[in-house]
C-alpha cells in the first residue's frame, strides 16, 4: 500500500505576506525627517550667522542690516588681517596654545582611556568592582564642580599659571574609560585572547597586535571627544592661568569679549574681530572630523557580530 502525499493546490496555500509599498513607509518616516530637519536648521542659524557677519566691519555689524545676510562689502581679508595682527598677532599665539592642549591632553586621555577600559574588560583582578563603581559615580560629577578642589591643590605644587595646569587635569577621562570597557568587552572576544596566550604571545604583544585594532573605531571616538574637550575647555584655564601668553583661544576670545563690553576705546570695531575669531576657532575641530571620519566609519559594525 502506497501513500501519496497530496501536493497542496495554489488555492490551499497561504498567501505570501506582501511586501509594504514603499510610498507608504516613506510616509510613516515624514513625522521624523520634519524634525530632523528642524533640528538641522536649528543647529545651522547660529553657525552661519557667525559666517555671515565674520565678513562686516563695525559699520555692518551695527548698521541695522540683516544678521543672517551678507553685506554689499565683504572683507573677510581684511578682518582676517586685522585678527591676526591686534595685540601683535597674540590671537595666533592663541590657537597655538589650544592646539598644544588639545593635542597633548586629548591624545594622552585617549591613551589612559584606552588602557584602563581594556584592563576593566578583560582582566579580573582585587578590587575591580569597587573601582569600575567609583569609575562610573565619577562620570556623574560635573567637571566645573572639579575645577576649585583642582585649582588649591596645584597652586600647592606650584604648578598653577603653565601649560601642565590645563594638561594633568584634561588627562583623565572616565566618560572615555567607560566606553572603552563596554566596547572592548564586545568587539575582543575571549576566546581571540586565549588563542594567542596558547601561541605563546605576552599581554602586551595580545593587546597591540590583536585587540588595539579591533578597538579602532572606540578610540577614534574617544580621540575626538577628548580633542573636542579639551579645545572647546574654558573654566579650567580662565581658573588656572593668569598670564594672557598661556590662553588657549576660547579664554581669550572671552578676553575681547570683556573688553568690547566694556566700551573701551575701539570696542565696536573688536566685534568684528571676535565673531571672526570664533569662526577660525571651529575650523580645526571641522578638519579634525573629517579626517578621522574614515577611520570611525570604517569599524563601526566592529563588535557588533559575534
Do not use: C
Not at 525627517?33 to 536649528?42: A, E, P, R, S
Not at 567637571?143 to 604648578?159: C, D, K, N, Q, Y
Not at 586565549?194 to 579591533?214: E, K, S
Amino acid at each position: 500500500m502506497t501513500s501519496t502525499a497530496e501536493t497542496p493546490t495554489r488555492s490551499s496555500r497561504k498567501p505570501a505576506s506582501q511586501p509594504q509599498p514603499r510610498t507608504r513607509r516613506s510616509q510613516q518616516y515624514i513625522p521624523l525627517q520634519v524634525l530632523l530637519g528642524f533640528l538641522l536648521i536649528y543647529f545651522l542659524i547660529p553657525f552661519w550667522w557667525v559666517i555671515v557677519n565674520s565678513s562686516k566691519d563695525a559699520a555692518g555689524l551695527f548698521g541695522g542690516g540683516s544678521a543672517l545676510w551678507f553685506a554689499e562689502d565683504v572683507d573677510y581679508w581684511g578682518n582676517l588681517v586685522e585678527l591676526f595682527s591686534y595685540q601683535d598677532g597674540i590671537y595666533l599665539r592663541w590657537l597655538g596654545n589650544s592646539a598644544l592642549y588639545a593635542v597633548v591632553g586629548g591624545v594622552g586621555a585617549t591613551v589612559l582611556a584606552v588602557a584602563a577600559g581594556y584592563g576593566f574588560a578583560k582582566y579580573r583582578f582585587a578590587g575591580r568592582r569597587v573601582s569600575f563603581a567609583i569609575l562610573l559615580g565619577s562620570v556623574m560629577v560635573p567637571t566645573t564642580a572639579l575645577v576649585i578642589p583642582t585649582f588649591i591643590m596645584f597652586s600647592e605644587l606650584g604648578l598653577t599659571n603653565t601649560i601642565w595646569a590645563v594638561i594633568l587635569p584634561t588627562l583623565l577621562n572616565p566618560f572615555g574609560v567607560y566606553l572603552m570597557h563596554v566596547y572592548a568587552r564586545d568587539a575582543v572576544p575571549d576566546e581571540l585572547l586565549d588563542a594567542g596566550r596558547v601561541d605563546g604571545a605576552g599581554d602586551f604583544r595580545i593587546f597591540f597586535q590583536v585587540a588595539l585594532p579591533m578597538l579602532r573605531p572606540a578610540i577614534v571616538t574617544v580621540l575626538l571627544l577628548s580633542i573636542v574637550a579639551s579645545w572647546n575647555n574654558y573654566f579650567l584655564p580662565l581658573a588656572m592661568l593668569s598670564d594672557n601668553r598661556l590662553f588657549p583661544v576660547t579664554v581669550g576670545i572671552g578676553l575681547w569679549q570683556g573688553i568690547a563690553s566694556a566700551n573701551n576705546a575701539g570696542g565696536t570695531s573688536l566685534w568684528s574681530i571676535i565673531i571672526l575669531g570664533s569662526l577660525v576657532s571651529v575650523i580645526p575641530l571641522i578638519i579634525a572630523f573629517l579626517t578621522l571620519q574614515k577611520y570611525w566609519q570604517g569599524g563601526l559594525s566592529i563588535g557588533s557580530l559575534k
